[in-house]
T-cell receptor, first 115, second 119 residues
Framework: KAGVTQTPRYLIKTRGQQVTLSCSPISGHRSVSWYQQTPGQGLQFLFEYFSETQRNKGNFPGRFSGRQFSNSRSEMNVSTLELGDSALYLC??????????????FGEGSRLTVL | AQKITQTQPGMFVQEKEAVTLDCTYDTSDQSYGLFWYKQPSSGEMIFLIYQGSYDEQNATEGRYSLNFQKARKSANLVISASQLGDSAMYFCAMREGEDSGGSNYKLTFGKGTLLTVNP
């Protein structure tokens, strides 16, 4: 079955702009979470959505936001971009059933460069 | 304090040999899960193996096994018979609150270990 799809794969923005990244989860998966990966900070949790509701949020400023649609697709938005926002943004989906082993299936990421 | 510690920034192994990647964790939760992921240069995180804190047996998935020592709070990944395609970054991760009905899908990752398999 199709995996997690993230678009765009690569993008370049300038400081002050905003960006929207998209994630299509595996069919049937209702939980979508987002992670930021940078060389300095490593992998950090941004937020997680389940049934269009944000259930968990990491320690990021309000410039980082997200949403989930009724078909479980998710978008994240970063406004007023800063140089430090340059990163690989990874989306992961899971079944989110009770007491599942909880494997998270990741997409290949969207690599954002802020100039 | 770091919740997940991977003390080996880089490891080298000869093809067909076994290798152990270290991971220690810190949590006060009784119910938690430990994960290992592989990240090749393409960027995708590939799930390898999972161990729940209440699982008494060490998890195994093909050539991967997880050496879970609860009292020491360690969850080392063992890769047997290394292959050239195993060269990648390997991340250990933890999810706390496993008994909260599966509602906490936040993973905390270690810094990773870059494994290089030599022919």
């Amino acid at each position: 079955k199709a995996g997690v799809t993230q678009t765009p794969r690569y993008l370049i923005k300038t400081r002050g702009q905003q960006v929207t990244l998209s994630c299509s989860p595996i069919s049937g998966h209702r939980s979508v979470s987002w992670y930021q990966q940078t060389p300095g900070q490593g992998l950090q949790f941004l937020f997680e959505y389940f049934s269009e509701t944000q259930r968990n949020k990491g320690n990021f400023p309000g410039r980082f936001s997200g949403r989930q649609f009724s078909n479980s697709r998710s978008e994240m938005n970063v406004s007023t971009l800063e140089l430090g926002d340059s990163a690989l943004y990874l989306c992961a989906s899971s079944l989110a059933w009770l007491r599942s082993p909880g494997e998270l299936f990741f997409g290949e990421g969207s690599r954002l460069t802020v100039l | 304090a770091q919740k997940i510690t991977q003390t080996q920034p880089g490891m080298f192994v000869q093809e067909k040999e076994a290798v152990t990647l270290d991971c220690t964790y810190d949590t006060s939760d009784q119910s938690y899960g430990l994960f290992w992921y592989k990240q090749p240069s393409s960027g995708e995180m590939i799930f390898l193996i999972y161990q729940g804190s209440y699982d008494e047996q060490n998890a195994t998935e093909g050539r991967y096994s997880l050496n879970f020592q609860k009292a020491r709070k360690s969850a080392n990944l063992v890769i047997s018979a290394s292959q050239l395609g195993d060269s990648a970054m390997y991340f250990c991760a933890m999810r706390e609150g496993e008994d909260s009905g599966g509602s906490n899908y936040k993973l905390t990752f270690g810094k990773g270990t870059l494994l290089t398999v030599n022919p």
